[in-house]
């Protein structure tokens, strides 16, 4: 498999996606990557670095696509930016999947309208998997931050993609499908999720009910249904919770005495452990789902270990044929 990487749109630069290609490459033999970006900027990030040149490539593109960009005008306009012409070079078969730090409105509209979506998809959603507490079960968020405003039939589109999903890579019978709110009675939640509760309660799926937002690293669901704007906030504020935990425990140990230091000594291990297990690192990117093609979203403040487990998630699930799964998936369930 082939897995293109747009190189700009990361707040580190060029350096990090192209040292997550190498970690992956390195990682697994069967892969090949091609970069997608400024010629020059890449070459330099490459030198002294020792790797296998029959499977790393480079595509070179002009003027990048920023986060201060229209996406739509972005898309238009910016023909030969290292987003574009990757996700031109996806549609055309010249890599099976794509992996992107860049503006995330951008990449989705590029997805729409140059790679297309599968037949009965409405829209692309961005769907982020979060590991549960207990380290056994996971939860994928749908959608993530790519659509803002959602219909109430968008979310239940979004419901039975996030279940195809979770049947087909972790091979689960019966997902549990949750709808994210602000409270877990059936009459709580704005508009638009009080009219989703109602089509997923008289639907085919596993549906639960309604989620609080604490639950969401829990595992009680195993699809969580929201509109991109709530799952960004959900996400990022599990993210931010977990940072300034770890930054309160460092305090207290740096300022506390012999007792403090001794007992970190002793816990080191664990507390390795816990934050490689809330890393957003290890987690990688989000896909969006319902597109032709494998399209990974990984955060703008991605460090290159999230830029290679992107990579290597993009490089499996196009192995596995994920696309074909979904579109079959949505036609079963229709």
Excluded: W
Aim: glycine content about 12%; hydrophobic content about 45%.
């Amino acid at each position: 498999m082939k897995v293109l990487v747009d190189c700009h749109g990361a707040d580190a630069g060029v350096s990090v996606a192209v040292e997550g290609a190498l970690l992956a490459i390195e990682k697994r033999k069967t892969l090949s990557v091609l970069l997608c970006g400024k010629k020059d900027e890449i070459e330099k990030c490459l030198e002294g670095k020792s790797y296998d040149g029959s499977r790393l490539s480079i595509k070179e593109a002009g003027e990048p696509i920023t986060n201060d960009d229209a996406p739509a005008l972005a898309i238009r306009r910016k023909k030969d930016s290292s987003m574009v012409l990757g996700l031109r070079a996806l549609a055309a078969g010249d890599a099976d999947a794509m992996v992107s730090a860049g503006n995330t409105g951008s990449l989705l509209v590029g997805t729409q309208v140059i790679v297309k979506l599968t037949e009965g998809v409405t829209r692309a959603t961005l769907a982020s998997v979060v590991p549960a507490v207990d380290g056994k079960r996971h939860t994928i968020i749908v959608d993530s931050g790519a659509n803002v405003d959602c219909r109430p039939e968008m979310l239940e589109e979004f419901a039975i993609m996030g279940d195809v999903y979770m049947r087909n890579i972790f091979g689960l019978q019966n997902p549990a499908v949750g709808l994210l709110s602000n409270g877990a009675e059936e009459e709580k939640g704005n508009a638009a999720v009080k009219e989703a509760h109602a089509l997923l309660k008289n639907g085919k799926l596993n549906f639960v009910g309604n989620i609080e937002a604490r639950d969401v690293l829990t595992g009680v669901v195993d699809v969580l249904v929201t509109d991109g704007f709530a799952g960004n906030v959900a996400i990022k504020a599990c993210e931010g919770m977990g940072k300034s935990m770890f930054t309160i425990i460092k305090e207290g140990i740096t300022g506390g005495g012999l007792r403090e230091k001794i007992g970190y000594l002793l816990l080191k291990n664990v507390f390795r452990t816990v934050k490689k297990r809330v890393s957003a690192d290890e987690v990688g990117g989000g896909i969006f789902l319902g597109a032709n093609k494998i399209v990974i979203k990984t955060h703008g403040s991605s460090s290159a270990v999230s830029f290679e487990k992107s990579i290597l998630n993009a490089d499996t699930l196009a192995e596995k044929n994920v696309v074909g799964q979904i579109a079959e998936g949505l036609k079963s369930r229709a």
